[in-house]
Every structure is written in C-alpha cells, then in structure tokens.
C-alpha cells in the first residue's frame, strides 16, 4: 500500500486517495483538430519508471495533489499541490 503525504492532512494510505491521471499531459489548444483532441483523451503512454500524476484527496481535504512515482517501485519521490512546481527525480525532465 501507498503511503501519500498531503500537503494539508499529513501521511495518509492511498485509500484515501484516487488517481486522476498522467499529470505531464497538456491540454491542445482550442483551435486543435479533432484528431490531436482525440489523442490528448485516449491516448496514454504506459510508462516504466517515474511518472508524473495527479491525485485527489477524497476521503480527506478534497485537494488534488500531484506527486512524481516510479511505477515500479512505487516510490514517492516528491509531493505537492496542484500549483506547486515539483523538482523531478534525479534531473529528469517533465514532458
């Protein structure tokens, strides 16, 4: 089981938690054609190693966190809320 630290609530077990998706997608522009909309929604890379992701504290503060994960290990590298700028792991860099 995950152990998350919130930001606002402290260290909480991922039950707490829900998963909202890769938070290093970005959204196209408005003037985009259907097909770029259509990948930015079913389009995901499964990726092996860290991630970057959004979660959400549904059983505490009701805040959406992003954190950086290897998901792998499932280490948590770093935590914060969603305007923080989070450092990734060892140098990498967000898409």
């Known amino acids: 089981m ?3 630290t919130c930001p606002h609530c402290g260290v ?3 039950v707490e ?3 909202r998706g890769d938070a290093s997608v970005r959204r196209p522009p408005a003037d985009a054609d259907a097909t770029a909309f259509v990948a930015y929604v079913y389009e995901r890379d499964n990726p092996r190693g860290w991630h970057h ?3 959400y504290h549904a059983a ?3 805040q959406y966190l992003q954190l950086w994960r290897h998901t792998v290990t499932h280490t948590i590298h770093a935590v914060g809320t969603a305007t923080d700028t989070l450092t990734p792991p060892h140098g ?3 898409r």
Request: net charge neutral; charged share 45%; hydrophobic share 40%.
């Open 53 to 55: 992701e959004w979660w």
């Open 60 to 62: 505490g503060c009701r």
């Open 92 to 94: 990498m860099v967000d």
């Open 17 to 19: 938690f829900r998963y």
């Open 2 to 4: 995950l152990r998350i």
């Open 12 to 14: 909480r077990d991922e």
